[in-house]
């Protein structure tokens, strides 16, 4: 089961909930951190990390003396990532996608790929929990490719959390694909509700089966209660403002092992998720 934790803005507990879930479960669970510009799964599974991999996507480099400044490959290039200047086509690396259609195009053979780094993967466990988390390099442009990267390096489990980046962008949508549930972490607040608005637009034109948690429930007003009903949206859990949690936070420490009054909560919420997935996957019984 393949679960992404994701929300329409940052700050809201979303990664709070996810490395919840991830120490809650049994038998082989997956952690798997897709926040890739700012991964901090880390600091409250605390995993030992033993394996460390650099990703790269493959830009290409043109050889002058091949070349014939025909532009062909600048033409084709859809991220104008190519331009050509005085008769010498010019590679701006940080804009490539690596799809290789310069490549492909080029009359003369003049242009070979090579490996451009723009991050890493980093594996290794807690316990019985596995841990995967990218890290992008400083100054490097485009996460979609390192995303795709932690997702293939994801084993065959029971369980997979998947901790997406903010927002409904592209690296949000790399995450989300080939989910079987996403849960919306939001808060009661006016910007909460209308990043909500938008991340719930974002799942149901994925198609994919989603619910809402909110975080600091009893802080802001009903508005996104009253949201959620009128759209018909499971309300999956409530998380009240609780200074302890705060805490617990500060210290890097998991809610269900600190505060265990809290562990049957978290409990309740994973059984709701299973059994939401199992409906749509039309399982008997659930």
Do not use: W
């Amino acid at each position: 089961m393949k679960i992404a934790i994701a929300s329409g803005k940052g700050g809201t507990g979303k990664t709070t909930l996810a490395v919840n879930l991830a120490a809650l479960g049994e038998g082989a669970i997956v952690y798997a951190d897709c926040d890739v510009e700012e991964p901090n799964g880390h600091l409250f599974l605390n995993p030992k990390i033993t394996v460390s991999e650099e990703v790269g996507i493959p830009v290409p480099v043109v050889d002058p003396a091949l070349c014939t400044a025909c532009e062909r490959c600048v033409e084709a290039c859809r991220f104008n990532a190519l331009a050509c200047v005085a008769d010498q086509v010019l590679v701006f690396s940080a804009l490539c996608h690596g799809c290789g259609g310069c490549i492909a195009i080029c009359p003369e053979g003049a242009m070979k790929e090579y490996p451009h780094p723009i991050g890493k993967v980093e594996k290794g466990a807690r316990g019985e929990l596995y841990f995967i988390q990218g890290t992008m390099k400083v100054g490097a442009a485009m996460s979609p490719p390192l995303i795709r990267a932690v997702k293939a390096t994801v084993p065959p489990s029971d369980l997979e959390i998947y901790d997406a980046p903010p927002g409904t962008s592209c690296p949000v949508i790399t995450t989300l694909k080939e989910m079987d549930y996403v849960v919306l972490v939001t808060e009661p607040t006016p910007f909460g509700l209308n990043d909500l608005r938008i991340a719930v637009e974002t799942v149901r034109e994925m198609g994919l089966p989603f619910g809402v948690v909110v975080n600091r429930s009893d802080v802001g007003d009903g508005r996104i209660r009253d949201y959620c009903r009128a759209e018909e949206i499971a309300l999956l859990m409530e998380l009240p403002e609780d200074r302890r949690i705060a805490e617990t936070y500060s210290r890097g420490e998991l809610i269900v092992e600190a505060l265990p009054e809290y562990k049957q909560a978290f409990a309740d919420l994973l059984d709701k998720i299973c059994c939401s997935v199992k409906r749509e996957e039309g399982v008997p019984g659930s």
